[in-house]
């Protein structure tokens, strides 16, 4: 008799046998019964048997059999691409166990086994991959640890890109010493010559025969200020103010702005100039767009992480993937969360915080008020070689608090 539904006698889909067939063809199963050719993975002993006598496992070994260098190869380069994919994208340039990283890659029921590769071993693909520079390697007592060489032509172009505008800064610095050192050889020769006209003495008056009479005109000098303030006792009718001398004050101000500056004075705005341009030069250079640090406070701000019950919570960075991935602790648990997904935590005046990005990258630091009006604090730089500096403005984007647990 068969079913209803037309399933036959085995029950169809939904028997208990295939539900268990289907979990267990989800799974690692074991390597020996795995054809890499075929990318077939049998149960057990008998089904691979049954698959190697098959007429389409004849026909790929009789390909195999042709030309067996370039299948080797084509096998060895699928395996060496995930290998270093997987350690690429979890680890970036991390210093990592290699098995770590093998076991992360088997963990995918379609990989490429090694067993097919040209390598025998996990040891024999750490050596290869140090020899070939794709790769810092080396052995402990634990293993082989591995660390990736990221070669990115895009990260290397913008690499020398930041080096070449560094270089340029550095120039600009020479060329702006130069013409201090310039300026200040001139204005030391133009000190030199006045000493030595003063050192000449006086000298005597000596007259000729053509030149004429000298005469002498002797005025007399009036004083503004006591005139005025005779006047402005008497004679002046109600309601009128008497107008004042200009105060001597005021002629010195009016003299002072209008005589050019000396070489000393130039030479100080110039070097405040150039301290300006080095401290904006600074920022640009310690400026990214990966801002994420082990040990600060963040705040989670993405509604979909945990359904939602992570919302607003604040937690521990611990670690850094890859520049832009941070590994949280949030009550308790340990989230991988992209920095888009998280924000800084700014404590209170007084409080210790860390410098994410900017000038002082990386360094610690202390507020001394906040500026809510304006968004943004102004902070005094305790370590670095800006120690000691106070830093007004700083966007709360570019500090956040530091943790007290690391």
Known sequence: NYSIGGMGKSGGFLTPKAISNRIKAKGLQKLRWYCQMCQKQCRDENGMRCHMKSEGHLRAMRVFADNPGRVLSEFSGLFLKGFLDTLSHRHGTKRVLANTVYQEYISDKDHVH?????????????????????????????????????????????????????????????????????????????????????????????????????????????????????????????????????????????????RP????????????????????????????????????????MNKTVGDGRFYKEKGVVVGVIDKYIGEVRVSGKRLRLDQEDLETVIPKAGGAVLIVNGRGRGYRAVVLRLNESDYNCDIRIEDGPHAGREVTGVEYEDISKLSDEL
């Open 114 to 258: 090694m067993n097919s590769t040209a390598w025998s071993s996990l040891s024999g693909l750490c050596k290869f991959l140090g020899r070939e520079g794709k790769c810092v390697v080396d052995e402990t007592e634990k293993g082989w640890y591995i660390q990736y060489i990221d070669k990115d032509p895009k990260l290397i172009a913008k690499q020398a890109q930041m080096e070449a505008r560094q270089k340029s800064e550095l120039d600009e610095e020479e060329r702006t010493r130069r013409l201090i050192e310039k300026q200040i050889a001139a204005a030391t020769a133009r000190g030199e010559n006045v000493d030595e006209e003063e050192s000449e003495g006086d000298r005597e008056l000596v007259r000729s025969e053509t030149d004429g009479k000298i005469q002498v005109s002797l005025g007399r000098k009036t004083n503004i200020s006591s005139s005025t303030a005779a006047r402005s006792g008497k004679g002046l009718a109600f309601g009128e103010q008497a107008v004042s001398a200009p105060s001597s004050s005021a002629s010195s101000d009016i003299g002072t702005s209008s």
């Open 261 to 300: 500056q000396s070489a000393l004075e130039s030479l100080m705005q110039e070097e405040e100039r150039r301290k300006s341009q080095q401290l904006l030069a600074e920022d640009r250079s310690n400026r990214k767009d990966y801002w994420l640090h082990a040990g600060i406070v963040v705040k989670v």
